[in-house]
Structures are given as structure tokens and as C-alpha cells.
């Protein structure tokens, strides 16, 4: 399911990140790696806000729909 789908405050497992190779390298950056932790904050006009890594980040929609989980 993507990202974007999920529901608010349930912690999830990432199980895939898509995309086009700069895409998936800049999520790698930020943390968004296969089998890491994830919960949603709070979902703002299609936006996202996530805890990843005891830090929080916010995505665009379209970054977030390339995060399965």
C-alpha cells in the first residue's frame, strides 16, 4: 500500500521505495530504506508529515506515493 493510503499514529514497516533512480536515492538519503519504521503524523492537503528515525520529514504527495508499505 502506499504510503499515502496508510493511516495517521499506526507505526509501519517500509517494504518498498519506487521511483526514478534520483527518487529513490534521495529517499534513501532521508532514511526511507526497505524494513525501516515508519508512522504518519499528520496528513496536511495530500501532504505528509512522518517520524522516521526520531526525526521528523515532510513529503510531497508524489514522493510519498513512491514509499510502500
Known sequence: MPLI???EGQKLA???VAGQPATRRRLQELGF???ESIQI???LGGNLIV???DC???LGRDLAA???V
Open 41 to 43: 503524523i499528520s496528513h
Open 14 to 16: 517500509i517494504t518498498h
Open 56 to 58: 521528523r520529514v515532510a
Open 66 to 68: 513512491n514509499i510502500l
Open 33 to 35: 530504506v526497505k524494513g
Open 51 to 53: 517520524r522516521i528515525k
Open 5 to 7: 493510503y496508510a493511516p
